[in-house]
């Protein structure tokens, strides 16, 4: 079972506009959250992550939100850079013991930033 | 500081045989995990280390094995391989504290071929 959804394949956005990659989860375990860009022939590198006693976390052009009660979160990018096209991945995981160290993501979602 | 290493970064293999991938993971990190990545599939966690134990498994069978040096340094293990174990196989290190949330810093990969 998928406890991690990104239900968008692919977003395409104008360079300067915003860039909203959306991500749902299924786990009421989970508490903190964590988003990873990925280039290709690349690892994941990490951009991100909220704790669940957050609602907001802010770094620069990127923004997550995260809805609790809707167990959705969000990443925006603003303005948004060709430099930025590139799989981005939602994570999620949980402090409870058997989870440890374990990070349960997404699909990805391809971003393609338009010059 | 020097970021996770994982080698070879291609293989080409053949139904049937088996092969070892490498992880050397950041200096004081601890722990090290391995996740396999197919096309649409997202990270599908297999296995974390910690101390030369593993620490946490995923639902993948018996002929994914690992282990781990006391030098945290791991190499994982496929054996009868199989087609659909083409994938691109990323190992991710951290410290290994369960008791805070951590991110992990993941290699750039070992992709994988089966003939």
């Known amino acids: 079972d998928q406890q991690v959804k990104q239900n968008s394949p692919s977003l395409s956005v104008q360079e300067g506009r915003i860039s909203i990659l959306n991500c749902d989860y299924t786990?009421?375990?989970?508490?903190?959250f964590l988003w990873y860009k990925k280039y290709p022939a690349e690892g994941p590198t990490f951009l991100i992550s909220?704790?669940?006693?957050?609602d907001k976390n802010e770094d620069g052009r990127f923004t997550v939100f995260l809805n609790k009660s809707a167990k959705h979160l969000s990443l925006h990018i603003v303005p948004s850079q060709p430099g930025d096209s590139a799989v981005y991945f939602c994570?999620?995981?949980?402090?409870?013991?058997?989870?440890?160290?374990?990070?349960?993501f997404g699909a990805g979602t391809i971003l393609r930033v338009k010059s | 500081k020097a970021g996770v290493t994982q080698t070879p970064r291609y293989l080409i293999k053949t139904r049937g045989q088996q092969v070892t991938l490498s992880c050397s993971p950041i200096?004081?990190?601890?722990?090290v995990s391995w996740y396999q990545q197919t096309p649409g599939q997202g990270l599908q966690f297999l296995f974390e280390?910690?101390?030369?134990?593993?620490?946490n498994k995923g639902n993948f069978p018996g002929r994914f094995s690992g282990r781990q040096f006391s030098n945290s340094r791991s190499e994982m293990n496929v054996s009868t391989l199989e087609l659909g174990d083409s994938a691109l196989y990323l190992c991710?290190?951290?410290?290994?504290?369960?008791?805070?949330?951590?991110?992990?810093?993941f290699g750039s990969g070992t992709q994988l071929s089966v003939l």
């Open positions: 991710a290190s951290s410290l290994g504290n369960r008791a805070v949330n951590e991110k992990l810093f």
């Open positions: 786990n009421s375990m989970f508490d903190y």
């Open positions: 909220i704790s669940s006693i957050k």
């Open positions: 994570a999620a995981s949980a402090s409870a013991m058997e989870y440890g160290n374990k990070l349960v």
């Open positions: 200096s004081g990190h601890r722990s």
């Open positions: 280390y910690f101390s030369e134990t593993q620490r």
